[in-house]
């Protein structure tokens, strides 16, 4: 075997190649490299989406260079990355470092590396496992990281106190004032405690157990890492917090600026497999982060080992077009001032970040006179990003959130009114903040100041229009929200229901035009296909994990039923109470049960289709049937009992079965109370005579709701 080769410009070396790949993922690893030569990286993308496949998204997507983006380099730093895979970080360091040594334990993932990263002039990567490879290092390393490795020092090292010594052995290769970057898992963190099956292993609470000696990986708790720190004479250790974890960082806090209230959310997707859900992980954390434990909860760590960096705080917004990512940091000045950053991430998002002084300027002059202050930016052309000042106070989000769980609808009505009021000045001014959402404003008793107006343009957007906006992502971001009804908000305003569907479009178009049409993580999430479970017991007893308007999916494949196997889909219901459900079957898959909520309720389908084709021609197909209910009309149900079921049979000569289909369901679902539900259920009658008689009641009964429904809420162009 030659020692070295080359794949475009990265050179791979095998000295000490045993031959045999120690590490790998698989048969998907012939996917990735078929793909890696297929495609260009601006492609990836694309590919994740239409595989839908975890590994695939895990090696290819570019957020997992999140994790290592965001840290200062200089340009002619020397890198060495352990534990290098199929690239994902590899490249993101070679685009900040001078030069990058990488090292990994198989053949087929460096060639993955190297096919990817082949434009890379200063990529070197050994082939063999670290322990032999590591006497052939220089010593003089910048930066060394190992990101997803330090757990594995086990397999690396094979003695005792194995992660003592592989740190003692990454030392010897820093320069004075170099860092080693580790990133890892939390094996404390609250999703294995909420039910996430540890991800080395794959078992529930092995890490909160404790580890067996056999363990192919161990992860720490903070402290547990402290303590090895310690005891290897490094004590300038730096703790960051990647949310919601290493691979698919979205934000990273510090122990100098932890998460806020309520600002942890996207806790339930679990790509690499299904997961138990046994609490609400949101809440939790929102009871964390008010005591200030969330550093020993959090997911994952990311330590720099060494001297600090200014940043305390970053927020990715890369899942959009190249026109729109950016970074924006939160980082401590020369003065010792906090302040903000926005960082182009492509060169594409250049006039984008700069732009945002230019909004600031019209901003300014907008309300000059007025009650809303525009937090100011400067443009810093050396570094390459606009400056904010950090502006203390609360968000007017927060605000609200409190008055809710207080019950205190004056309080939140009046800070509603306070909001209307002044953005409602110079409404014929024509300039207009799109996104001048409730977390966008920070109040601080009387001065309210818009801290984010990166989506600024030079037109008129009235203000009934912005009000709409705030409070539609206001209610989209939790549940609770729809405590406050916005329709008398709408009408006081001069907003029809026709306005509202108008205003609508324009949100999804809006979506689409910054993210490209690509698909969000939640959609891909769905499309991998992971399942949430509830343990029955929970379902049977917790309000908090079962409320009444809560859905649950069951398949039988054969043989029958399984509470088990249920799902709780993370479709739940709008504000208008309409769901839109996309549940994947195998060919196996013999019929769908879905329970609509767990109390009485009426039931209208709106669409069911298997594959993109109709379902069901008509109510009298028994392909769909409500198992312990009523029909009442050609597409409603009703039900008088707490656990309604609904059942799709899969086997009419209709359907045609592929290994993967998919049905998809819309719903309308209104609860009722128990006795009116009796009630309109008794006075059904299969016999003909009966059939004026439930018209009269039961059609009387379905066109008083839907009426409610109207009045309520608005429809979309679906319904």
Not at 9 to 27: E, I, P, R, W
Not at 54 to 62: A, K, M, R, V
Not at 320 to 331: G, L, N, P, Q, Y
Request: charged share 30%.
């Amino acid at each position: 075997m030659q020692e070295e080769i080359k794949i475009g410009n990265v050179t791979l070396n095998f000295k000490h190649y045993s031959g045999v790949d120690l590490y790998s993922d698989g048969a998907i690893e012939n996917d990735l490299l078929e793909i890696v030569k297929k495609y260009k990286k601006e492609e990836y993308p694309q590919v994740i989406e239409e595989r839908g496949n975890w590994p695939i998204l895990y090696h290819l997507s570019e957020q997992r260079a999140n994790i290592v983006e965001w840290i200062p380099m200089a340009k002619n730093a020397k890198v060495l990355e352990v534990g290098s895979g199929c690239g994902a970080i590899t490249g993101m360091l070679a685009q900040k470092a001078g030069e990058v040594v990488a090292c990994d334990l198989s053949r087929r993932r460096s060639e993955i590396n190297a096919t990817r990263n082949q434009d890379c002039d200063n990529v070197t990567i050994h082939i063999g496992n670290f322990r032999d490879v590591e006497p052939d290092l220089p010593k003089d390393f910048d930066y060394i990281f190992l990101i997803g490795v330090f757990e594995y020092a086990q397999g690396y090292i094979g003695t005792e106190n194995p992660y003592e010594k592989f740190l003692r052995m990454m030392k010897r290769h820093l320069k004075k004032d170099g860092r080693i970057v580790i990133a890892i898992e939390n094996r404390m963190g609250l999703k294995y405690l909420a039910g996430c099956a540890e991800d080395h292993l794959g078992t529930y609470f092995s890490g909160i157990e404790g580890y067996n000696e056999d363990s192919v990986a161990k992860t720490f708790t903070r402290n547990g890492l402290i303590n090895i720190f310690k005891k290897c004479g490094m004590n300038d250790y730096h703790f960051y917090y990647p949310y919601p974890d290493y691979k698919l960082m979205t934000l990273l806090h510090s122990d100098y600026y932890l998460p806020g209230f309520g600002e942890l959310q996207d806790n339930v997707r679990n790509y690499d497999r299904d997961r138990m859900l046994l609490f609400n992980e949101k809440h939790a954390y929102e009871e964390l982060v008010r005591d200030g434990m969330y550093p020993d909860f959090a997911n994952s760590f990311e330590v720099i080992l060494g001297p600090g960096f200014d940043t305390i705080y970053s927020k990715y917004s890369n899942d959009r077009v190249d026109e729109f990512k950016i970074r924006t940091d939160i980082a401590i000045s020369r003065t010792g001032r906090k302040i903000i950053k926005k960082f182009p991430l492509t060169e594409a998002a250049k006039e984008h970040v700069f732009g945002i002084r230019d909004a600031y300027a019209g901003l300014v002059e907008k309300y000059k006179g007025g009650d809303l202050e525009i937090n100011d930016c400067q443009l810093d052309e050396k570094e390459g990003c606009a400056i904010f000042s950090f502006v203390n106070g609360v968000p007017l989000a927060s605000l609200l959130d409190e008055c809710i769980d207080k019950d205190d609808m004056d309080g939140f009505n009046a800070l509603l009114n306070e909001y209307i009021k002044r953005i409602d000045y110079k409404p014929d001014y024509p300039v207009s903040d799109y996104d001048l959402i409730f977390s966008n404003v920070m109040v601080n008793g009387p001065i309210w100041t818009i801290i984010d107006y990166e989506w600024t343009y030079g037109k008129c957007i009235p203000a009934k229009e912005q009000v709409w906006r705030a409070l539609y992502c206001y209610r989209l971001e939790d549940r609770k929200r729809e405590k406050f009804d916005p329709k008398p908000v709408y009408e006081r305003m001069g907003l029809t229901e026709e306005d509202t569907k108008v205003l609508l479009d324009e949100e999804y178009a809006f979506q689409k035009y910054v993210t490209g049409n690509r698909k969000s993580m939640v959609e891909i999430w769905k499309e991998i296909g992971r399942k949430v479970l509830v343990p029955k017991e929970l379902a049977a007893t917790s309000q908090a994990a079962r409320p009444d308007d809560c859905i649950q999916i069951y398949l039988d494949e054969g043989n029958g039923y399984s509470e088990e196997d249920s799902i709780f889909p993370e479709e739940q219901y709008d504000e208008k109470n309409t769901v839109s459900l996309d549940i994947r079957v195998d060919a196996k898959c013999k019929t769908v049960r879905i329970d609509p909520a767990f109390a009485p309720c009426l039931v209208t389908i709106v669409s069911a289709t298997w594959n993109g084709e109709a379902f069901a021609d008509s109510v009298s197909d028994v392909s769909i049937h409500p198992v312990n209910g009523n029909w009442i009309s050609d597409d409603s149900m009703i039900f008088d009992t707490d656990d309604p079921n609904i059942e799709f049979g899969l086997t009419s000569d209709k359907l045609s079965v592929q290994e993967r289909n998919h049905l998809c369901v819309k719903l309308i679902m209104t609860l009722l109370p128990k006795n009116a539900a009796e009630a309109a259920v008794a006075t059904i009658d299969d016999t003909p005579a009966a059939t004026e008689h439930k018209e009269g009641i039961l059609q009387k009964i379905s066109r008083k709701i839907i009426e409610k429904r109207e009045q309520r809420y608005y429809r979309d162009e679906e319904e």
